[in-house]
């Protein structure tokens, strides 16, 4: 079963048309990543698929469940990390974890244990929030993402503004996560390094269609290029 | 899996109480600041009242005669008298000013002779009004008082002497006030021993009292839910909430319960402070008048109780409603604030103008503009609860009801829609995100 499937989606905003038909697939157990630079519609279309925004035509499922009709059921099988997300400033980072556990599952402590366990950050959990670097805000809201165990996570770039090092550990946290409990991820970044990284098929999206499929290998060899950098470069007619 | 409504509750009042701004600004600045003016102007009034006690008073005593002396003497008694040497009165203004006293009591020549041959007297009390205090005034009538009862003295002296030379066994006390008044009221067939003043003074405070609560508790609540759904936005945690598997009427219930309870406690935080600066300033809502209250049937019966609650209720969930619909196209906190500033007027305006009046003594396009308000009703059956008289407050339920379930469900429906997450006003217009 594909994990995601995307066929002729246009989301316009008024005027703007963010996406123009985009039509890709996500095969489950992959990890998937969309690329493009900024304003070509990874957003939206991330935000289409867990089920916060509508599309104006064409469908979007997810394992199988059209995300309109059927939103409340895609929201069980999915866990959404926001570009900008944020946590609660006056919660500790505990506090944050069990509040987003008591959705998903009967066993909240356990739930909590793995959230704690993902995102390393130990004691400083039991302080509030608002004390935390940006990092360590994120490497919590990656947490709260995967300690649901998704059938589908979705990242959009979930690096976005962290320095090196600590985009170097969420990167790694991700695909070791990946490798070990084989979860769908879907994830969105203009950083083609990272896509290369931690992706195993990529979809290159710019002014709202998908250009170009396939793994990193394959584009590569398909372009004759170096990197997928190259690759996007070549394939926009920008090289 | 635990209850998501309750959860989601649980979550926003620890949010809503740990932000320093709500806690201090709602919760506890009222119990610390309405005391504290309390006992400033009651610190104010007590020095009033020590100045007006034992009083430096100035006479001009133009007069020099019998009586003159008398009233002298008689104000002496628990004051200190200056009397003023000059020629003439201007010269006697001229000393008066320059001197400490800020009373000059003025009698003019012929006042002995006047009251010797029973005519009435005239004296002029001058206040100097140095600080325009309270103080000055309090003086004025304090001399006022005093020449009142010296007065009926001289006049119940003159009766007297009168009665004895006609030989009349009479009493002076009933010659001079023939007819003594006592007053008694009639309240929803009840005849109680107190002046209608004392009951106007129970309705007035309820009337002050009541929608001024209501007032505060629904801007406390506007602002709530303004905070709460701002909040959100601002902490760029919207998008997350609402991808989380629970439907988006939890998530909306679960704000107007957190809120409803931040209002409350702030509400109930307010009435305590206000009413211990009333109290301790004005003597608000005194001891008698709260027996009399009781007395008087206007104390609340448990319908009447249960009404005010559900009348209550409705209006707050009314008001968060419509908080939590204005809001959602704010950014951040700042401007969700001044956004719902927008909804201030109907509930003020009311509140404001039934204090003073009654909906029906207005003229007709003002009475069916504040009509349509539904705040406005609000205030009439809060009103008409404790007169006792449930039909308007029937009546008031019915379009409240109607009102809040028109307003719920279009917040529900701006709650099911991507607007939530799209909409933002930028200068007072709303548009859609676009990216």
Redesign the interface.
């Known amino acids: 079963m594909k994990a995601v499937e995307v066929k002729g989606l246009i989301k316009r905003f008024g005027d703007f048309k963010a996406l123009r038909g985009c039509s890709f697939n996500v095969d489950e157990g992959e990890v998937f990543g969309l690329i493009g630079p900024n304003g070509a519609g990874k957003t939206t279309t991330l935000r289409i698929i867990a089920t916060l925004l509508r599309p104006t035509s064409g469908s979007v499922k997810v394992f199988g469940l059209d995300v309109e009709k059927r939103a409340d059921e895609v929201r069980r099988m999915v866990s959404y990390l926001p570009e900008e997300a944020g946590a609660y400033r006056n919660l500790s980072g505990e506090e944050y974890l069990r509040f987003i556990a008591s959705f998903y599952s009967e066993d909240v402590e356990a739930m909590v244990r793995e959230g704690k366990r993902i995102s390393g950050l130990r004691e400083r959990l039991r302080d509030r929030i608002k004390t935390y670097s940006r990092g360590m805000v994120r490497r919590l809201l990656l947490a709260r993402t995967l300690m649901t165990s998704p059938r589908l996570a979705i990242l959009d770039e979930p690096t976005s503004g962290l320095d090196v090092i600590y985009a170097y550990e969420v990167r790694r946290l991700i695909k070791g996560y990946a490798e070990e409990r084989g979860i769908t991820i879907l994830l969105s970044s203009h950083n083609m390094l990272e896509v290369e990284y931690l992706c195993d098929r990529v979809a290159l999206i710019d002014g709202g269609v998908i250009i170009e499929e396939g793994s990193p290998g394959e584009l590569r060899e398909h372009y004759g290029a170096e990197n997928l950098e190259e690759v996007f470069m070549e394939a926009t007619g920008r090289g | 899996?635990?209850n998501?409504l309750l959860?989601i509750v649980s979550?926003e009042v620890?949010?809503l109480l740990?932000?320093p701004k709500i806690l201090l600004g709602i919760i506890v600045m009222p119990l610390i600041l309405f005391p504290a003016m309390g006992s400033a102007i009651g610190v104010s009034q007590r020095a009033v009242s020590r100045a007006v006690r034992r009083m430096a008073i100035a006479v001009y005593n133009e007069d020099g005669g019998l009586a003159s002396q008398e009233i002298i003497e008689f104000l002496s008694k628990d004051n200190e008298i200056y009397i003023i040497e000059a020629e003439n009165l201007e010269e006697a203004l001229k000393r008066f000013m320059e001197a400490e006293s800020s009373i000059l009591l003025y009698i003019p020549e012929g006042y002995s002779e006047r009251m010797a041959s029973g005519e009435r007297c005239m004296v002029r009390i001058y206040v100097h009004l140095r600080r325009l205090n309270m103080a000055e005034t309090g003086k004025a009538s304090s001399v006022e008082q005093l020449l009142m009862i010296y007065g009926e003295e001289c006049s119940l002296r003159r009766i007297r002497r009168i009665l004895k030379e006609a030989g009349e066994e009479l009493q002076p006390e009933a010659v001079r006030r023939p007819i003594s008044i006592s007053y008694a009221s009639i309240l929803k067939g009840v005849v109680l021993d107190v002046p209608p003043g004392a009951i106007f003074g129970i309705i007035m405070s309820q009337n002050i009292m009541l929608p001024m609560m209501i007032m505060m508790m629904n801007i406390f609540a506007i602002q709530m839910a303004a905070t709460s759904i701002a909040l959100e936005k601002e902490?760029?945690?919207l998008?997350?909430l609402?991808?989380?598997?629970?439907?988006k009427i939890t998530i909306l219930a679960g704000k107007l319960c957190g809120s409803i309870l931040i209002a409350i406690a702030g509400a109930v935080s307010y009435m305590i402070g206000f009413s211990y600066y009333m109290r301790s300033t004005l003597g608000f809502i005194p001891q008698l008048t709260i027996e009399t209250l009781s007395e008087a049937g206007l104390r609340l019966s448990p319908l009447g109780l249960t009404l005010l609650g559900a009348i209550i209720f409705l209006t707050l969930l009314l008001s968060l409603a419509l908080s939590l619909s204005i809001a959602v196209f704010a950014e951040d906190v700042r401007s969700a604030q001044s956004l719902v500033g927008l909804i201030y007027i109907p509930i003020m305006m009311p509140s404001i103008i039934l204090m003073f009046t009654d909906v029906d003594m207005l003229p007709n396009a003002m009475r069916w503009l504040m009509l349509i308000i539904p705040y406005t009703h609000t205030v009439i059956a809060s009103k008409a609860i404790f007169l006792g008289r449930y039909t308007p407050v029937l009546v008031a339920v019915a379009y409240m009801l109607v009102f809040t379930v028109i307003t719920l469900y279009i917040t529900t429906r701006i709650f099911s829609?991507?607007r939530i997450?799209?909409a933002r006003v930028r200068r007072w217009r709303i548009?859609?995100?676009?990216?």
């Open positions: 899996m635990a998501p959860t979550k620890k949010e740990r932000d902490q760029k945690t998008e997350t609402m991808t989380l598997p629970i439907g829609t991507e997450i799209t548009r859609g995100h676009e990216g």
